[in-house]
């Protein structure tokens, strides 16, 4: 969860409030423009994804001079090029007798898919009294993926995953989990997202994915649930609007096949299988194999551990999902445990695997759902 008053958490929960977006563009450590006009909005969030964090801003700029906010040259205040925006959303009450900002992230300008000015004819001269611009916008992690190692290398002697991630990415760190150290015979490879590749096999050393936090730190969601963070309520003062249900065979293996290398690139295999119960390969509900490959293995003995652990992970419990639409609430992040009410009485608890909401205030949420496999 985001960092809030317990004013704020009061004046969500009432579902009665209105919100506005600050947006100042940087570039490098300057502030270029402070509260840019944004007309419109979308953000999503996703931890499964590569950039945990995208969006679209629209905006309309009304000049009190004759100046352009599209871009046209690559230092310009909106162009693509290193240059970001800071993004807060101010939260007031009805009444308007309180207010407060919540923090939601630092982003790279990576795109701008249109833009256009309008333009006033006075006499001889063409005066600029409007700019319409679009930005596609990514979180940080983006500059990470597009750097790349020059040469294969190792991470030097002795190194830790935290180290190697602040070392890797050039960022500071916000520690979730505790260190340990970089596995022996770990070789960082040169090619094309290797430098994230890299990061992300640390980050699943440390238990967890990498990804940037709001104030633009690098930290490690972990894969270890946590408690219930927050509770969405049916009813008058409720903010839940609906609550659906579902069940998936997809991502439930019964057999897995580990391939790895030694520290002489020798070539290690490890196979996993479940021959018991309703998901044994022989019964009705045949083979599903996932091909698992780890540059963090580096002997039999872990390799047979390895695909023995994603083989009870997946068959324990069956992971489905539910989608929910409630009226936004920015405090809630994925990784965060919530829990839904829903009109049979009996509460959904689950896991954010991603969010978005943007102008309307509406807030769409997928909870991962963990139902115990008998």
């Not at 004819?121 to 930005?135: A, F, H, N, Y």
């Not at 040169?190 to 238990?207: I, M, P, R, T, Y």
Request: proline share 5%; net charge negative.
């Amino acid at each position: 969860m985001r960092q809030a008053s317990d004013n704020l958490k009061q004046v969500l929960s009432s579902g009665g409030f209105t919100t506005r977006l600050i947006v100042d563009a940087f570039y490098g450590e300057t502030r270029t423009f402070p509260d840019v006009p944004a007309d419109s909005y979308d953000l999503k969030w996703d931890s499964e994804s590569q950039i945990k964090a995208t969006g679209t801003l629209n905006v309309v700029y009304s000049p009190e001079v004759a100046e352009s906010l599209t871009p046209q040259k690559f230092t310009d205040t909106l162009a693509p090029y290193g240059q970001e925006v800071n993004l807060l959303l101010e939260v007031a009450s009805d009444d308007q007798t309180f207010s407060e900002t919540v923090q939601l992230g630092s982003y790279r300008i990576t795109a701008v898919p249109e833009a256009a000015d309008s333009f006033f004819e006075d006499g001889d001269q063409v005066i600029t009294v409007g700019s319409r611009v679009t930005l596609s916008l990514n979180d940080r992690m983006v500059a990470v993926q597009r750097k790349g190692f020059r040469s294969e290398q190792n991470p030097p002697s002795g190194s830790t995953c935290w180290g190697e991630i602040a070392r890797l990415t050039g960022a500071q760190v916000s520690r979730s989990v505790p260190d340990k150290p970089v596995p022996s015979g770990t070789t960082y490879l040169a090619k094309q997202g290797g430098v994230l590749e890299a990061v992300q096999d640390l980050a699943g050393v440390l238990g967890g994915v990498a990804y940037f936090t709001p104030d633009g730190a690098i930290s490690v969601l972990p894969d270890e649930r946590g408690e219930v963070a927050a509770e969405l309520v049916l009813g008058e003062s409720g903010t839940i609007l609906s609550v659906a249900d579902s069940m998936d065979s997809d991502g439930v293996y019964n057999v897995v096949v580990g391939n790895f290398t030694d520290d002489d690139r020798n070539p290690i295999y490890a196979v996993a299988e479940l021959t018991t119960g309703p998901f044994a390969t022989s019964g009705p509900y045949g083979e599903y194999t996932r091909y698992y490959a780890s540059d963090f293995v580096k002997t039999q003995a872990a390799a047979n551990s390895a695909v023995k652990a994603i083989l009870t992970q997946s068959t324990s419990s069956q992971a489905y999902r539910v989608p929910v639409q409630c009226i936004i609430n920015p405090l809630i992040e994925d990784g965060d445990m919530v829990s839904v009410q829903r009109q049979n009485g009996v509460p959904v608890v689950g896991r954010v695997v991603s969010h978005s909401f943007g102008s309307s205030n509406m807030m769409n949420l997928e909870l991962d759902v963990q139902r115990a496999i008998s």
